[in-house]
């Protein structure tokens, strides 16, 4: 479900920005992530997702903190 989120977002932003169709988004799309995990291996796929979840639990610990101030949520 969470892929068909991405592809979906991925056709629009590639319809409206790009003018392409949205066959040519996900051929391309495909074509990216076939190359860029073939070139860097499964470390390379690791390294990236431990660096995504440093950034989405450091964005989250820091909405955790800016939620408690006083006035937000109100």
């Known amino acids: 479900m969470i892929m068909a989120t991405v ?24 074509t990216v992530t076939a190359l860029y995990s073939a070139t860097s291996g ?3 796929v690791v390294v990236t997702d431990l660096l995504l979840f440093i950034v989405a639990m450091t964005g989250s610990l820091r909405l955790l903190l800016c939620g408690q101030q006083p006035g937000w949520g109100d």
Request: proline letters at 0%.
């Open 7 to 30: 592809t979906l977002a991925a056709i629009k932003i590639g319809g409206i920005l790009l003018g392409v169709s949205k066959y040519e988004v996900i051929l391309i799309a495909g």
């Open 42 to 44: 499964l470390w390379g």
